[in-house]
């Protein structure tokens, strides 16, 4: 089963050195990494900026058209407000199709704001206690929301 988690760090350029960090582990064999990207908002910016990870063979990549429509609905629709509202329903409902509720949209949304950063991974085959020790320094804050095998396809159908 695949996992979707969401890591907020403090700076803005946390997620960054997480991504790397990952990366290490993934080499390591204490994670597989099927897609990610990163989210960095500097202080004082009016967004943040986004960056897929790429060179990513898992067969789980989602694409970049997951991670815009995912940060679309969780950065961009209280700028564009009511316009939006009725395309922002039918994009949410599907990505509720596949485990991405309303709830971990606000959480996200709440949660990572100017002058902090944020790891959004999809992730399978995890050594938890290798990877949390990784990060113990960092002292991240971990956002999950579990996909199951059903819900993973789904996603792979719609975004890919």
């Known amino acids: ?25 993934a080499k390591q064999g204490l994670v597989n990494i099927e897609d990610a990207a990163t989210v960095s908002w500097e202080e004082g910016a ?11 063979t898992g067969r789980g990549a989602l ?8 940060f679309g609905l969780i950065f961009l629709i ?5 316009a939006v509202g009725a395309a922002a329903g039918a994009i949410a409902g599907s990505l509720r199709d596949v485990g991405i509720d309303d709830d971990f949209i606000k ?17 399978t085959d995890v050594v ?10 960092d002292r991240p804050k971990l956002l999950h929301t ?9 996603l792979h159908e719609v975004f890919v």
């Open 146 to 154: 579990n996909l199951s095998k059903e819900q993973e396809d789904h």
């Open 107 to 123: 959480r996200t949304r709440d949660e990572i704001q100017p002058g902090t950063s944020a790891l959004f991974v999809l992730t």
């Open 46 to 56: 009016s967004k943040p900026k986004t960056r897929q990870m790429h060179n990513l």
């Open 128 to 137: 938890v206690d290798k990877v949390r020790d990784a990060f113990a320094g």
């Open 78 to 82: 209280p700028l564009f407000g009511m």
């Open 63 to 70: 694409g970049g058209m997951f991670w815009g429509m995912l």
């Open 1 to 25: 089963m695949a996992t979707l988690t969401v890591w907020k760090f403090d700076t803005p350029e946390g997620a960054s050195r997480a991504a790397e960090k990952l990366q290490g582990l």
